[in-house]
DNA sequence: GAGACGTGGCC
DNA sequence: TGGCCAAGTCT
């Protein structure tokens, strides 16, 4: 739920999430379209697909029991080497950095003196992040680096009066020079097709019954890029055709 | 490796 | 007000 989304959004539906399915076990006992459906509007619904998948995952290989193993945790679907990294090391003690976009930045700023990392991870980056790591208490440093990270060395408008390390930051010994180079990312959404395949989904989510293909012509003029994004939500196995109506999987 | 992929809060 | 960006992953 994490991945790509604020903490602050996520509590409150990773509460119910857990409180409806407590393991594994039980979420992989459901259809994948009532994790869809559960997922609500914490956005890129194909984490919630995968994360059903993960959970089938757990069940088949590791018995129910989420592998504390790097490499196991890393072949799960939707588990990236961020993810897999953030498992290991804050639920079972592993000596991972864990090379969030918060840590990113702080190291980008506080030992490269730039104001923003690149836009993934380099090899570079994980090098030195490796090479600065404490053998011991590696999930606690992580944590505490994505904190400041995330509090006080923000994207925008950091706080660097209330940094601790501002006497050892590269960047604010540079005076905070402005990011120079390519544009760091180029996220436009109106008008997409992600912002079509919202809408589809949000009607999907809110129907207890398969929709008539006519409701759903209703959420988007274009009947190009409409059925485009229909499309790509049936391929991604988020959407399921039932004669002329769809539903959740 | 660039691009696709949701949604909402902030200034 | 609209652009930025958030505990990334996959193709």
Known sequence: ML???????VLEPWRAWLARWPTPAALAADPPGEAVRMWGRLGYPRRALRLHAAAVAIVERHDGEVPSDHDELLALPGVGSYTAAAVSAFAFGGGEVVLDTNVRR??????????FPANTPTAAERRLAAELWPAEDAARWSAAVMELGALICTAARPKCGDCPIRDRCAWYAAGRPTHDGPPRRGQTYAGTDRQVRGRLLEVLRDAEDPVPAARLDLVWDDPVQR???LESLLADGLVVRRGRAYTLP
Not at 106 to 115: F, K, P, Y
Request: hydrophobic fraction near 40%; proline fraction near 5%.
């Open 3 to 9: 991945q790509q989304t604020p903490v602050s959004r």
């Open 106 to 115: 702080v190291l980008a700023r506080a030992i490269s003196g730039v104001e």
């Open 227 to 229: 059925t485009r994004a």
